[in-house]
């Protein structure tokens, strides 16, 4: 319950800046800004592991929640006083839409969390995603106003930034699991053992994300794309062959080239996003591209 609590929380968090990002810097001046928070947010993941290794080491497990609290408040107090209002847009919520894709990805999660033992329930938990979300779309369609308007989608580049952000999302979870896991397991390691060898290719995004950013400033953003999607593909290709005696440098040098192919694709991909919808829908679009990633993470996952 503490982590579903936790989850809804944070996955707007993300969203809501790339949002704030767009509606204070002009068109032309978005790419630096989206690369900062981008590697705010995916200095998270350096820290995370390693946060987490120290919580349970040092105090219980249930701390990586009540944590929040103290750093929730000491964010929350700033950013009333430094952030000004945004612009409004006024209209009604559709919630009816947001519970239809709420169990459409739901059941999907469930149905996906049991790919390893295929039964009825696996069927039955896929159709009613498949159900859900086709309700989900003819609810976008006749709403007044859609929660997701399908409009879009007629954009190629926002349908195109949408799609990379999902094998992005479905490449960067399997990395991410599978490094620690593997140090747990097969190498014997300690959870914060394991933390400390994910950091060498989550200390690489957010330097990454910067070096994207200020790449779409400067040229067009389809090149930070093609580059970072290429150095994904490569630090990939080399971790494939890592066997039991895998050890630095040669294992920093394939997840640090990982971890920079992964952060130049941030600022490229949001600002796709952003750029490709009308004004009042980048709220839409900036919540889409990041669940967009999320879905990803979950068919990785699995």
């Not at 001046?29 to 590697?39: C, E, F, K, T, V």
């Amino acid at each position: 319950a503490a982590r579903v609590f936790q989850a809804v929380g944070a996955g707007a968090l993300v969203p809501i800046s790339i949002a704030m990002v767009a509606d204070i810097f002009p068109p032309e001046r978005r790419g630096l800004p989206l690369g900062i928070m981008g590697a705010s947010a995916e200095a998270g993941g350096v820290i995370g592991p390693l946060w987490g290794g120290l919580i349970v080491r040092y105090l219980h497990w249930s701390w990586v929640f009540w944590i929040n609290i103290p750093l929730g408040l000491m964010v929350l107090v700033p950013l009333m006083a430094l952030v000004a209002s945004s612009p409004r847009f006024p209209a009604s919520v559709d919630y009816l839409g947001g519970v239809l894709i709420a169990v459409a990805l739901s059941t999907l999660t469930l149905g996906l969390a049991r790919v390893d033992t295929p039964d009825l329930l696996l069927g039955v938990y896929v159709a009613s995603a498949i159900a859900s979300l086709a309700l989900f779309i003819l609810r976008q369609k006749r709403a007044d106003d859609p929660l997701l308007p399908l409009s879009m989608f007629r954009s190629r580049p926002f349908s195109a930034a949408n799609m990379t952000h999902l094998l992005i999302g479905a490449a960067l979870i399997i990395g991410m699991v599978t490094v620690p896991l593997m140090a747990n397991t097969v190498l014997g390691q300690t959870p914060l053992q394991g933390g400390l060898m994910l950091m060498r290719m989550t200390v690489a995004i957010p330097i990454g994300a910067v070096l994207g950013g200020l790449a779409c400033q400067r040229y067009d953003y389809r090149y930070p794309a093609v580059v970072g999607l290429a150095l994904a593909a490569v630090g990939f290709g080399f971790m494939s062959r890592w066997g039991l005696d895998i050890a630095d440098p040669a294992m920093g040098a394939h997840l640090a080239v990982s971890g920079l192919g992964f952060g130049l694709l941030i600022a490229p991909i949001a600002l796709v996003a952003t750029n490709a919808v009308e004004t009042s829908l980048r709220g839409a679009a900036a919540a889409l591209i990041t669940a967009m990633r999320i879905l990803g993470m979950t068919l990785g996952l699995a």
